[in-house]
């Protein structure tokens, strides 16, 4: 079931996505943190930020619309209070990082490269919920590949860009960045949508807009995982949507090296773990050996 994201292997494909799994302590009694392929965790800043106010979270029909706004304790805190908890796994670790500044994003970065127990960062250009930073520069090109310098220039460890579906062509933004030195590229974010309260007349989010992720954004997710491959050389990891071993299972096939399961951690919290059993189960039923064998088997 091992995996390679170029220099980063993972035990199996299967990672959980930033925002959705807190710091991993917060889901060590329902999940066995050491059969994860990877944990990324909730996205970090230079210093701890509230997030936006509530309400923040609505349930919509097909997956959940959240306004959070990379609420986090900030890169001091999570080494010394929530790293120490990691590395008690074998299980990779990845640095979800967001800046408002390139220079927040370099600080960040070489924070996180100079501590032990961090073996790859996640770099998120694409957050919809915050006023600065996020989206913004994950949406043109230039700026997109300046970030994942900067980056770069800072750290040793491999960097994934993540990317956002907010934007008129993901594959032009995922040639920028790998040109800019990307280790790997992770995609989709959330997509910005809204409710309307019909009793008030208002919106359900107090922030207007929020980040649509879940089933709903799965179609999506893999035209855009798609589109991506056939313009870049770099390992991908797909994300949206992912419930199943079936959805995961798509992302495999299509070319994804790994994926990454989000929005399904809140409604099951064992969803990681029986998606991993449901890919071997898969393997089994069709005499696959390594799931490796079925990367990229797309027939087009
Ligand atoms: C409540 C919530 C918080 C999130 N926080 C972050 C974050 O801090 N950094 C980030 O890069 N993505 C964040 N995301 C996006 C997810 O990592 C993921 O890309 C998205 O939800 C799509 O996957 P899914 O449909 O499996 O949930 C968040 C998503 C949700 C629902």
Not at 28 to 57: E, H, Q
Not at 237 to 265: K, P, R, S, W
């Amino acid at each position: 079931m091992a995996v390679h994201l170029g220099r980063l292997k993972l035990k199996n494909p299967v990672i959980t996505a930033s925002g959705t799994f807190g710091y991993g302590e917060e889901y060590a009694d329902y999940v066995d943190l050491n059969k994860l392929g990877a944990i990324v965790v909730k996205g970090l800043s230079l210093k701890p930020r509230l997030g936006n106010p509530p309400p923040r979270i609505m349930e919509t029909t097909g997956g959940m619309l959240n306004s959070v706004g990379l609420q986090n304790i900030g890169v001091d805190v999570f080494i010394e209070e929530k790293l120490p908890f990691l590395r008690q796994y074998d299980t990779a670790v990845i640095a979800n990082i967001y800046g408002e500044t390139y220079d927040e994003y370099k600080k960040v970065a070489k924070k996180l490269s100079a501590v032990k127990g961090v073996h790859a960062l996640e770099v998120n250009i694409s957050c919809p919920n915050v006023k600065k930073g996020g989206v913004s520069f994950g949406s043109d090109p230039k700026v997109a590949a300046k970030v994942t310098q900067t980056v770069k220039e800072e750290t040793s460890l491999p960097v994934i860009v993540k990317l956002t579906p907010n934007v008129t062509d993901i594959a032009a933004i995922a040639q920028a960045v790998e040109k800019a030195g990307a280790d790997a590229i992770s995609l989709i974010n959330t997509l910005t949508g809204m409710a309307v309260d019909l009793k008030t007349r208002k919106p359900y989010l107090r922030n207007i807009t929020g980040g649509l992720s879940g089933p709903a954004i799965k179609p999506i997710a893999l035209r855009m995982v798609w589109e991506v491959l056939q313009r870049v050389s770099v390992p991908v990891i797909g994300i949206g949507g992912i419930m199943t071993a079936e959805d995961a299972l798509e992302f495999l096939i299509l070319g994804a090296q790994a994926v990454q399961i989000g929005t399904a951690n809140f409604i099951n919290p064992h969803a990681t773990m029986e998606i991993i059993e449901g890919i071997k189960d898969y393997l089994t039923a069709n005499k696959i050996k390594d799931v490796n064998e079925i990367i990229g088997t797309f027939q087009s």
